[in-house]
């Protein structure tokens, strides 16, 4: 028996010696793999933080470019009317001024105007307004005007990289990146800059995943050692029959806790060893229901954040247009009607529904006189309104969503022959979720009141959609959406 003893022990202190050498090798290995995933990840996110942050001030410049080129327009309307040619351009820039001088966006983004020669006409920091700029230098030596200059007046504009003299949230000096363009007629540039600072809160959100991901690792190892140990448990059960029974009984015990995270009765075990190894086991089981529940927890939470965040967003777009407030939610009701109807997957369903609470986002880039104007629509102004979906798309692309949201909302006015806009897709080419959301936005836009004309009713808008199905709508679509009216009694809540 003591022969047995001294042999059985034997094989534990060198069995448990292997395990915990190759846990340490194994550690290392994911800790080291791990590392060079974070170094790596944390560089393209480095890039990709520049890259939405060059998006977001070009994006910015674009709109300050054609709110001016809107105002621009009025200038000679006004003289028309009779008013003097220096008068109302005076007038109107000095609006344009003022307009630009207040507008800031993200943290510390802004827009600024300045003459070609340099004199600085608006800027976040007042100091600025009415000097000179031309020969201002950064500590690397490059004249900032002058280059601004040089990028903006290319076609379309241009971006430089410097380091800004006085970031406007930490008050220090700062790598900046600014995107500029040109009004040649008034010789005017017209840019954004933004500092690049908050790429550190970036890194650190990468660093905290890090080492969430080192923490599971660990605890992937600690169970790689705990079964190990089991199975050099195992080979010992070779010397005893009643070693053998109760080794039985401890893998049963394991796998009911891995499977139900029922917690092994301590005391039907025979040894000290087994009970400290049911200890771990049930500290494990108790780790991991906790997880799961945070998890669940987690997960709901981040559902109601997300659709909260979503209604406010539509909210905020209707906001500004009285005329269709409800519209986006009254055109992802029915969508959702039209889609059931199809028998779509409900995670289908559920992508699509978000999309179409948010499908006229892009609008928050029109002015609000274009959107309740009274009368039709000029040629520039409608060329605003038909932009609005690849504006959409360029606000919703940066957000994870677990569907295609921001190509629904980009592709919701394409039509099935290819005479719909901004890209003029056909047939197939157009997402089925923008098809069903297209077709659900004409009857609600027909069968509602608008600035320019009254609500046209519920059978007009179907009498469209029956005509042009197959040419404008999809078949399958426009049938369902028919169907719901004439024989389900589907009632459109305007």
């Not at 534990?12 to 395990?19: A, Q, Y």
């Amino acid at each position: 028996m003591f022969k047995v003893k001294t042999i059985r022990n034997s094989y534990f202190i060198g069995l448990f010696s292997i395990t915990f050498i190759l846990l340490i090798i194994l550690t290392s290995f994911f800790i080291y793999q791990r590392y060079r995933e974070f170094t790596d990840e944390a560089e393209i996110q480095k890039n990709d933080f520049v890259m939405s942050q060059k998006e977001i001030i070009k994006n910015e410049v674009d709109r300050a470019i054609d709110f001016i080129e809107f105002n621009k327009a009025k200038i000679a309307e006004r003289v028309e009317a009779g008013e003097k040619l220096e008068d109302v351009k005076k007038e109107i820039q000095e609006d344009i001024i003022k307009w630009i001088q207040e507008i800031r966006f993200d943290e510390g983004g802004y827009i600024f105007i300045s003459t070609y020669e340099g004199i600085v006409l608006a800027h976040y920091r007042p100091e600025h307004i009415g000097n000179n700029l031309w020969d201002l230098t950064d500590p690397n030596g490059i004249k900032i005007h002058q280059t601004i200059l040089k990028v903006g007046t290319q076609p379309g504009g241009g971006y430089m990289e410097y380091i800004g003299t006085k970031n406007p949230v930490t008050g220090k000096p700062g790598e900046k990146v600014t995107f500029a363009r040109s009004i040649d007629e008034w010789r005017w540039l017209v840019g954004a800059g933004v500092y690049l600072v908050n790429i550190e809160v970036v890194i650190a959100a990468n660093r905290e995943q890090f080492i969430k991901r080192i923490k599971s690792h660990v605890i992937y190892a600690n169970l790689i050692f705990l079964t190990i140990t089991a199975l050099a448990i195992l080979i010992i059960n070779s010397f005893s029959q009643r070693i053998s029974k109760q080794f039985n009984l401890l893998i049963h015990y394991f796998q009911k806790s891995a499977t139900t995270y029922e917690k092994i009765d301590r005391e039907k075990l025979p040894y000290n060893e087994f009970k400290v190894l049911s200890d771990s086991v049930n500290k494990m089981v108790t780790q991991r229901k906790q997880a799961e529940q945070q998890v669940k927890q987690g997960y709901k939470k981040l559902q109601r954040t997300m659709e909260a965040t979503i209604n406010t967003i539509s909210k905020i777009i209707e906001a500004r247009d009285p005329y269709t407030a409800g519209h986006q939610n009254t055109v992802s009701q029915f969508a959702v009607a039209i889609a059931k109807e199809m028998k779509l997957p409900e995670d289908k369903i559920e992508g699509m529904r978000i999309a179409a609470l948010v499908h006229d986002i892009g609008k928050i880039n029109i002015p609000a006189e274009i959107l309740s104007k009274p009368s039709k629509l000029n040629e520039m102004e409608f060329n605003l309104i038909k932009n609005h979906p690849k504006t959409g798309y360029n606000i919703l692309k940066t957000i994870d969503f677990p569907w295609p949201v921001a190509r629904i909302v980009l592709q919701h006015h394409e039509r099935l022959d290819g005479s719909g806009y901004p890209q003029g897709l056909k047939g197939d080419k157009t997402l089925l979720e923008a098809k069903i959301i297209g077709t659900a936005d004409v009857v609600e836009a027909m069968a509602s009141h608008r600035p320019y004309r009254p609500a046209l009713g519920i059978d007009k808008a179907l009498k469209e959609i029956s005509q042009n199905k197959g040419i404008l709508y999809d078949p399958e679509v426009a049938d369902a959406c028919l169907k719901l009216f004439k024989e389900k009694d589907f009632e459109f809540k305007l």
